[in-house]
């Protein structure tokens, strides 16, 4: 079946400007993850979805970063204002059970460069 | 404080050679450990996981692990590398809850 897929696969941007990250779960995966992975760094926690509601926004790095998922389904990572420091791969990730044994799925990735 | 070291930065390992690349770990409770690999422009795939039971994992790919708890290491092997193995591999540490705490990754390069 289809796995999470993530638009856009690339994304260059201006400094202080609005960007948009989309992503795709796997159908019936009530849980959604976003991750942000540095160059040379393993992925940082941002935020989780369980269903409609933003569970754990703890790693969101401050108030630029924002993340919805009206439906359930499909969810948005808006980023306002970019800085340069904002570059990085933005990974989603969801799974059909938020408990730690249940494995998560994760896509693609957006890369974000903001010049 | 929970975390996760991978103390290669890189590996390089000629075609047919076994490989083993480190995961230590620290965590207050019984963790759940996993291994996931990435390669260019592909999304993290879970190798292998370990949650109880018998100590020594085996996963896809023809990787395994074995979970030592006296060394809080969590370490993945492969037999024979082939060169499709090249890619960057990650540990990640986990619990009863959604939280991975993740490793900085070893990236593997495969000579010919």
């Known amino acids: 079946g289809a796995g999470v897929s993530q638009t856009p696969s690339n994304k260059v941007t201006e400094k202080g400007k609005y960007v948009e990250l989309r992503c795709d779960p796997i159908?019936?995966?009530?849980?959604l993850y976003w991750y942000r992975q540095s160059l040379g760094q393993g992925p940082e926690f941002l935020i989780y979805f369980q269903g409609t509601g933003a569970a754990d926004d703890s790693g969101l790095p401050n108030d630029r970063f924002f993340a919805v998922r009206p439906e359930g389904s499909v969810s948005t990572l808006k980023i306002q204002r970019t800085e340069r420091g904002d570059s990085a791969v933005y990974l989603c990730a969801s799974s059909l059970n938020p408990r730690g044994d249940y494995e998560q799925y994760f896509g693609p990735g957006t890369r974000l460069t903001v010049t | 404080a929970q975390s996760v070291t991978q103390p290669d930065i890189h590996i390089t390992v000629s075609e047919g050679a076994s490989l083993e690349l480190r995961c230590n770990y620290s965590y207050g409770a019984t963790p759940y450990l996993f291994w996931y690999v990435q390669s260019p422009g592909q999304g993290l795939q879970l190798l292998l996981k370990y949650f109880s039971g018998d100590t020594l994992v085996q996963g896809i790919k023809g990787f395994e692990a074995e979970f030592k708890r006296s060394q809080s290491s969590f370490n993945l092997r492969k037999p024979s590398v082939h060169w499709s193995d090249a890619a960057e591999y990650f540990c990640a540490v986990g619990s009863s809850n959604y939280q991975l705490i993740w490793g900085a990754g070893t990236k593997l390069i495969i000579k010919p």
């Open positions: 159908s019936g995966h009530t849980a």
